[in-house]
């Protein structure tokens, strides 16, 4: 079982940064990948980025790459987000999630995290 609470959520200007941070709890943190994720209303929900167990490995969406950064500290269990050049349609709930199942099905959410860009 993994626990897994989101923090850093807000509002903030367009062109602004957030940092978003997800703790976990239980099963090993080292031993799983982690990902965000966002859903805007009345949209899907979509892949953000993730990261490797060991941070060795990363992948962003399109629609994020080259502003926002994951990173995760083992020996926190904990990983970030960081958020820059924020626009208006980033707005949405960002969700972390574990795959424990070591083949990207994300099997473990947290409650998410609101993040509002006005423009």
């Known amino acids: 079982q993994v626990q897994l609470v989101e923090s850093g959520g807000g509002l903030v200007q367009a062109g602004g940064s957030l940092r978003l941070s997800c703790a976990a709890s239980g099963r090993t943190f080292s031993s799983y990948a982690m990902g965000w994720f966002r859903q805007a209303p009345g949209k899907d929900r979509e892949l953000v980025a993730t990261?490797?167990?060991?941070?060795?490995?990363?992948y962003y969406a399109d629609s994020v790459k080259g502003r926002f950064t994951i990173s995760r500290d083992n020996a926190k269990n904990t990983v970030y987000l960081q958020m820059n050049s924020l626009k208006p349609e980033d707005t949405a709930v960002y969700y972390c999630?574990?795959?424990?199942?070591?083949?990207?099905?994300?099997?473990?959410w947290g409650q998410g995290t609101q993040v509002t860009v006005s423009s």
């Open positions: 999630a574990a795959d424990t199942t070591g083949w990207a099905r994300y099997n473990y």
């Open positions: 990261i490797n167990w060991s941070a060795s490995n990363t």
